[in-house]
């Protein structure tokens, strides 16, 4: 068997640290009137969404500030033993919540994406001309996990919306 196989310690870690993240996202939202519902998460989708009267399927990731250079990292295999399918393959999610965390894991800035648009334009216009991409392999958690960089000044600006996520408060824990 592979050195590169799943490790239950550092997905235990990794599910931490994004649950920390949600809760400050959450707070975020809160402050913006959005309500978040993860109950009715599924393989297909993480969260879903309300504001306004309107409700859609949200996938979130969560990324630390520190290790971004720019980009948004697609995740393409889950688990290259396997051949699991990553989520930019398997999410039926109408939005990407792309979230820029600190040490601390509280959100800093957030790209909306409409990623049917997005992944649309990824697969047809961006990866015909761009056939030599970047990848990048994580060989932590669910063992060798293969991600393309997309770098953010490339995506047309009308597939997503930036927002600062600072908010006053803290939520201790």
Aim: with cysteine.
């Amino acid at each position: 068997m592979s050195e590169y196989r799943s490790n239950n310690a550092e997905m235990a870690a990794n599910q931490d640290n994004e649950s920390i993240a949600q809760k400050h996202l959450d707070a975020f939202w809160k402050t913006l009137n959005v309500t978040v519902d993860r109950d009715g998460a599924c393989k297909n989708f993480d969260a879903l969404y309300r504001y306004g009267g309107v409700q859609f399927t949200v996938e979130e990731k969560f990324r630390r500030i520190e290790s971004v250079r720019g980009d948004v990292i697609l995740e393409i295999v889950q688990a290259l033993e396997s051949m699991g399918w990553g989520w930019f393959t398997k999410t039926t999610a109408e939005r990407l919540a792309y979230v820029l965390c600190d040490l601390e894991w509280r959100p800093v800035k957030l790209y909306s994406f409409r990623f049917g648009e997005l992944r649309r334009w990824y697969l047809t216009e961006y990866l015909p001309r761009h056939r030599m991409g970047t990848y990048v392999c994580s060989t932590y958690g669910y063992g060798v996990t293969i991600n393309l960089s997309l770098p953010l000044k490339e995506i047309p600006r009308q597939f997503y919306k930036e927002l600062s996520c600072a908010i006053d408060e803290d939520i201790p824990f």
